[in-house]
């Protein structure tokens, strides 16, 4: 079993509560999805999408989806949670990433890659992945996928850990040469890639998807959102569309906090 896999088979209810925390995250990765997704019933397979938020709301929706991760434990609590929810999800598929032959060619409309690309730390490995996931899906098809900003690890640690600009100089200097964090954290999470916004769309041709289009998922509140969550739902809407509005401007892409890149299969 290998970091990531331990990892998320220890904290699943923690990945569960981490999108009800991040409320901007979540309603602005929504908004993308209805704007770029087929209608439902279309088939959309979600890959490394671990306790399934994603997967049990767009089958609420009326989508059929596959859900795909590492994790055994995650993937047995997403089937717990769509129960408890009254829904069906297509299948539930422990499988990597980088490696989907159990799932036949071109056998969806659309897919969702929200966290394998950021635990993928070389970058044969990243295309390999894409690849994987263009294969499945049908021509034209589009791919949502999701990446981590090169500068979120300074971000975080300027709000919760000030003094890991001298403990972590040497690990701050890595993310910003070549985006990776080598996971000195002990409990195994912070073995990731950050992704600098001007390699994404030559990594998404190279893994066959032309972009689409390009947004930050948390324009102006990455760790800050925790007001704008608490608001009334009113408020809460009314930002979740101002933010939605800003998120596609290139001067807020670097800031930190997670990106989303949309592809269509060439």
């Known amino acids: 079993m290998n970091r990531v896999e331990a990892f998320y088979d220890a904290h699943p209810e923690y990945e569960w509560s981490r999108l009800d925390r991040h409320r901007v995250e979540y309603g602005l990765t929504l908004r993308a999805m209805e ?7 279309a088939r959309i397979i ?14 609420r929706r009326g989508y059929e989806v596959t859900l795909v991760d590492l994790s055994a434990k995650a993937l047995a609590f997403a089937q717990e949670k769509a129960e408890e ?22 056998s969806f409309e659309a897919a969702l890659n929200m966290g394998p690309l950021y635990h993928l730390l070389k970058h044969a490995e990243r295309v390999e992945s894409l ?11 589009k791919l949502l996928a999701a990446f981590i900003g090169r500068y979120s690890v300074i971000h975080y640690a300027a709000i919760h850990g000030p003094d890991y600009i001298v403990s972590g100089r040497a690990e701050i200097e890595g993310v910003l040469r070549d985006g990776v964090y080598p996971g000195a954290n002990p409990d195994g999470w ?17 893994g066959g998807l032309e972009e689409l289009d390009l947004l930050h998922c948390e324009p102006l509140a990455f760790e800050l959102d925790e007001t704008i969550s608490a608001a009334s739902p009113e408020v809460h809407r009314q930002w979740i569309d101002l933010l939605y509005r800003l998120s596609r401007d290139p001067s807020l892409f670097g800031g930190g906090g997670h990106l989303l890149c949309v592809g269509r299969k060439t």
């Open 35 to 41: 704007e770029h997704l087929p209608k439902p019933p």
């Open 46 to 59: 979600d890959i490394g999408g671990g306790v399934g938020k994603y997967a049990i709301e767009l089958a």
């Open 85 to 106: 929810a009254g829904i069906s999800l297509a299948a539930c598929i422990h499988a990597d990433a980088r490696d989907l032959s159990c799932i036949g060619d071109e």
């Open 131 to 141: 690849r994987e996931t263009c294969r499945l899906l049908v021509p034209g098809g």
């Open 190 to 206: 912070g073995h990731a890639w950050f992704a600098h916004p001007s390699e994404i769309g030559p990594l998404m041709a190279e």
